[in-house]
């Protein structure tokens, strides 16, 4: 039972590299070049704390609620407070770092993505055209 699962993993790198020409070597650098972009992002994003993630800058939650568009959601719309903004960019940098040194990649890249999402969404003004 053991060698089949043994076999079924290694052909299923085998079929990996042979289809896409890739392997986990290339996958690990795509996974750390992508928690670079997110770990900058989030610290871009971090100077204009107050101004577009809390009830005290532009577009306060009960604003966002009249013009968010359906399907937008956002973890940041669960208090307008900089304590809270501040954790949760906090708790999607730790998520970030857990992806760049590759500890449970797969939980940290499903987290990592919720958490950009719920960072871009309450903000589409400033991060879309």
């Known amino acids: 039972m053991v060698t089949q699962i043994q076999t079924s993993k290694t052909s299923w790198r085998r079929n ?3 289809v896409l020409g890739l392997d986990l070597r290339s996958l690990a650098a795509f996974c750390i070049g992508i928690s ?13 704390l107050n101004a577009h993630y809390t009830d005290f800058g532009v577009l306060p939650r009960t ?3 009249e013009i ?19 954790l949760l960019f906090a708790i999607a940098a730790f ?23 719920s960072m871009h969404n309450p903000c589409t003004i400033v991060t879309q055209p």
């Open 16 to 18: 990996l590299e042979t």
């Open 36 to 48: 670079i972009i997110i770990l900058v992002d989030l610290f871009t994003h971090f100077g204009d």
């Open 63 to 65: 604003l966002l609620a």
């Open 68 to 86: 968010a568009k359906p399907g937008y959601w956002s973890l940041h719309t669960i208090s307008g407070e900089p304590i809270v903004q501040a």
């Open 95 to 117: 998520f970030a770092l857990l992806m760049l040194v590759g500890y449970r990649t797969r939980v940290a890249t499903i987290a990592s993505w919720v958490l950009l999402v």
